[in-house]
């Protein structure tokens, strides 16, 4: 084989190998931003992703939000919208959600309502106290990248990078997953590994310093609440490190702290995982945050102001 043979059988094999990609990632569609009808199901959507095209469906009817991590999925957001007072919540619970995903997202809402003459009412804030100050997942990796209506990036840049990667891996096991084949596939849940330096603290305390004045300069209700940790999560953590954090937390802003109850660890049933709590312990939370009557105990949550 002539040397030019050879450069062009090098150029066909890196096409058929990109057109392959392309394919694949379309159909396929790991991360759930094409569209795509052919995988019913995902094991690593982009959750960021999901959660903004939800907003910018409808823009219009959204006249508070509620920010959290994927433990705010339970909260019953008609309930919270009664509470607030308001017509409906924006759900941005993203997966390991932090300040970091947050502040973009409600400055990009004041900007909207700069046209639209003051929407935004209320803000329904969760912070981990566990995870603050961590690095975050924000616009880390391939499955927690924010559209470019929110980052401000070129789209040809946001949807090139979803088309050319290749993600061997995340495509087998979504076809395994379809195909209904036992798997025991990587979590795509970030654990942490003990105690650990927080290398983001004083970035992130910065930006909920900026959202808290954000909130305040545009009349807007800032409820924030940190919420319950288990005990058995808490064996992977430095219990004063995240004491420390709280403190810090409720120097900056009013919240109401849900703490490390013995007895909530004590009951399984009210867990989904041992990071994740039932959609009973979301209601509880509510009730005390908005002083309706509750079955929880009388000391289930805190009142932490600066």
Same mark, same amino acid.
């Given at each position: 084989?002539?040397? &030019?043979?050879?450069?062009v059988?090098?150029m066909c094999?890196?096409?058929?190998v990109?057109?392959?990609t392309v394919?694949?990632n #379309?159909s396929?569609?790991?991360?759930g931003?094409?569209?795509?009808r052919?995988?019913?199901?995902?094991?690593?959507p982009n959750?960021?992703?999901r959660?903004?095209?939800?907003?910018a469906a409808?823009?219009?009817k959204?006249?508070?939000?509620?920010?959290?991590s994927s433990?705010?999925?339970?909260?019953?957001?008609?309930v919270l919208? &009664?509470?607030?007072?308001?017509?409906?919540?924006?759900?941005f619970?993203?997966?390991?959600?932090?300040?970091t995903?947050?502040?973009p997202?409600?400055?990009?809402?004041?900007?909207?309502?700069?046209?639209a003459?003051?929407?935004l009412?209320?803000?329904?804030?969760?912070?981990?106290?566990?995870?603050?100050?961590?690095s975050?997942?924000?616009?880390?990796?391939?499955?927690?990248f924010?559209?470019?209506?929110?980052?401000?990036?070129?789209?040809f840049r946001?949807?090139? &990078?979803?088309?050319? #990667?290749?993600?061997?891996?995340?495509w087998?096991?979504?076809?395994?997953?379809?195909l209904?084949?036992?798997?025991?596939?990587?979590s795509?849940?970030?654990?942490?590994?003990?105690?650990?330096?927080?290398p983001?603290?004083?970035r992130q305390?910065?930006m909920?310093?900026?959202?808290?004045?954000?909130c &305040?300069?545009?009349?807007?209700?800032?409820?924030?609440?940190?919420?319950?940790?288990?005990?058995?999560?808490?064996l992977e953590?430095?219990a004063e490190?995240?004491?420390?954090?709280?403190?810090?937390?409720?120097?900056? #802003?009013?919240?109401?702290?849900?703490?490390?109850p013995?007895?909530?660890?004590?009951?399984a049933d009210?867990?989904e995982?041992?990071?994740?709590?039932s959609?009973?312990?979301?209601?509880?939370?509510?009730?005390?945050i908005?002083?309706?009557?509750?079955?929880?105990?009388?000391n289930?949550g805190?009142?932490?102001?600066?």
């Amino acid at each position: 084989m002539n040397s &030019r043979s050879y450069v062009v059988a090098v150029m066909c094999a890196a096409v058929a190998v990109l057109a392959v990609t392309v394919a694949a990632n #379309v159909s396929i569609d790991p991360q759930g931003v094409f569209g795509s009808r052919l995988i019913r199901s995902h094991l690593n959507p982009n959750g960021r992703y999901r959660a903004y095209q939800a907003y910018a469906a409808s823009p219009s009817k959204f006249d508070a939000v509620l920010f959290a991590s994927s433990r705010g999925r339970v909260f019953d957001r008609e309930v919270l919208a &009664r509470y607030l007072d308001v017509r409906e919540v924006a759900n941005f619970s993203v997966p390991f959600g932090m300040v970091t995903d947050y502040l973009p997202i409600l400055e990009l809402m004041l900007r909207e309502d700069a046209r639209a003459r003051g929407r935004l009412k209320a803000v329904f804030l969760i912070l981990d106290p566990d995870y603050f100050g961590e690095s975050p997942w924000t616009n880390s990796e391939i499955g927690n990248f924010w559209p470019p209506e929110v980052t401000g990036e070129s789209r040809f840049r946001f949807w090139w &990078r979803y088309l050319t #990667v290749f993600q061997y891996n995340y495509w087998k096991v979504d076809v395994f997953h379809e195909l209904g084949i036992p798997r025991s596939p990587a979590s795509a849940t970030k654990i942490a590994a003990g105690p650990t330096p927080r290398p983001d603290l004083a970035r992130q305390a910065e930006m909920l310093k900026r959202f808290v004045e954000l909130c &305040r300069a545009h009349d807007v209700r800032l409820v924030v609440a940190l919420p319950p940790l288990s005990r058995q999560n808490m064996l992977e953590f430095d219990a004063e490190d995240v004491d420390r954090n709280v403190k810090g937390i409720s120097s900056i #802003v009013p919240v109401w702290d849900f703490g490390r109850p013995d007895w909530l660890s004590d009951r399984a049933d009210l867990w989904e995982d041992k990071v994740h709590f039932s959609g009973e312990v979301s209601t509880m939370m509510l009730q005390r945050i908005f002083g309706v009557k509750t079955e929880a105990p009388e000391n289930f949550g805190s009142f932490r102001s600066p």
